[in-house]
């Protein structure tokens, strides 16, 4: 996979969110945790930290906050479908980018929920349709009801 496709500053995001974590364990309120990661130019509103302090990883939670400022760069990327397919693999081993890779498949395919096919599929859809290409094609094919 191109190395463009790959969020820049995840890694620096992730040493933030790890020391914010910390910070909220040592009792230091949202608000002043949320105000250190805005002048370490990652803008999260104290409640979205607090929704995610205990129920997501500091690795994650930066993965969603990267997510949530990058998302004209998301849509700015050109992924093909052998990286498309090769994103989809990466979200079904729970790799530690799954939500950015989430993030990119969904604004590149016409499908309003990708994820859904990979992890909900049609009932009695055939395994041999369940590899990461065949995700992405019906995802590519999809095409919207006109009403």
């Keep these: 996979m191109r190395a463009h496709l790959f ?23 949202p608000a002043d945790v949320a105000a250190k990661l ?3 130019g ?17 690795s994650e939670a930066a ?11 998301i ?12 994103m989809v693999r990466r979200i079904i081993s729970a790799d530690a980018l799954s939500e950015w890779w989430v993030a990119v498949l969904s604004a590149h395919v016409p499908h309003p929920a990708p994820i859904d096919l990979i992890f909900h599929p049609a009932a009695g859809t055939p395994a041999n349709e369940m590899t990461p290409e065949a995700i992405v094609d019906r ?9």
């Design 139 to 147: 995802a590519l094919a999809h095409r919207p009801i006109e009403l």
């Design 38 to 40: 805005t002048r370490a």
């Design 75 to 86: 849509a700015r990327l050109d992924p093909t479908r052998d990286e498309l397919a090769d």
């Design 7 to 29: 969020p820049g500053e995840a890694d620096q995001w992730g040493n933030a969110m790890t020391d914010a974590y910390d910070a909220l364990e040592r009792g230091i309120q």
């Design 42 to 58: 990652i803008d999260v509103d104290p409640g979205w930290l607090t929704s995610r302090f205990g129920a997501v990883s500091p």
């Design 63 to 73: 993965v969603a906050a990267y997510v949530e400022a990058r998302s004209a760069d």
